[in-house]
């Protein structure tokens, strides 16, 4: 067996909206889901690399960023075309955190942050 990992997103409203922010956000397709009667999971795939998402619960211990008042962990998005993906997640809605810009240490990259909270790094190495 391979070793892989993944983040699960805990986001607040119905779990289908961000499945459809990320399809439009990150060309994000359905790998498997739950049916939404039993509070949705659904695991999100951007070109075979896997995330998933599901319902924010504080009850349970699954706060969403909005719970906390923010986020502790940023995603990185590497990708072959930074500039194009990150036009692509602001025209679906992302927040700009910082512009996409060329770094000292090697990188191209900006962040944005997406209607659930999450802060998204996307970028490539230059």
Same mark, same amino acid.
């Given at each position: 067996?391979?070793?892989?990992?993944?983040?699960?997103?805990?986001?607040?409203?119905?779990?289908?909206?961000?499945?459809?922010?990320?399809?439009?956000?990150?060309?994000?397709?359905?790998?498997?889901?739950?049916?939404?009667? =039993?509070?949705? &999971? /659904?695991?999100?795939? $951007?070109?075979?690399?896997?995330?998933?998402? *599901?319902?924010?619960?504080?009850?349970? #211990?699954?706060?969403?960023?909005?719970?906390?008042?923010?986020?502790?962990?940023?995603?990185?998005?590497?990708?072959?075309?930074?500039?194009?993906?990150? =036009?692509?997640? &602001? /025209?679906?809605?992302? $927040?700009?955190?910082?512009?996409?810009?060329? *770094?000292?240490?090697?990188?191209?990259? #900006?962040?944005?942050?997406?209607?659930?909270?999450?802060?998204?790094?996307?970028?490539?190495?230059?």
């Amino acid at each position: 067996m391979s070793h892989s990992f993944s983040a699960m997103l805990h986001v607040s409203g119905d779990v289908r909206d961000a499945i459809a922010f990320y399809g439009r956000a990150f060309d994000a397709t359905l790998g498997w889901s739950t049916p939404p009667s =039993a509070g949705m &999971v /659904a695991q999100l795939l $951007v070109h075979g690399a896997e995330f998933w998402v *599901h319902p924010a619960s504080e009850e349970i #211990g699954n706060p969403s960023p909005a719970d906390l008042g923010g986020t502790a962990v940023r995603l990185m998005l590497i990708v072959e075309d930074p500039d194009a993906v990150f =036009a692509q997640a &602001v /025209a679906a809605g992302a $927040v700009v955190r910082s512009p996409m810009q060329d *770094h000292d240490y090697g990188w191209r990259d #900006g962040s944005v942050q997406d209607p659930f909270g999450h802060r998204w790094e996307i970028g490539r190495p230059l």
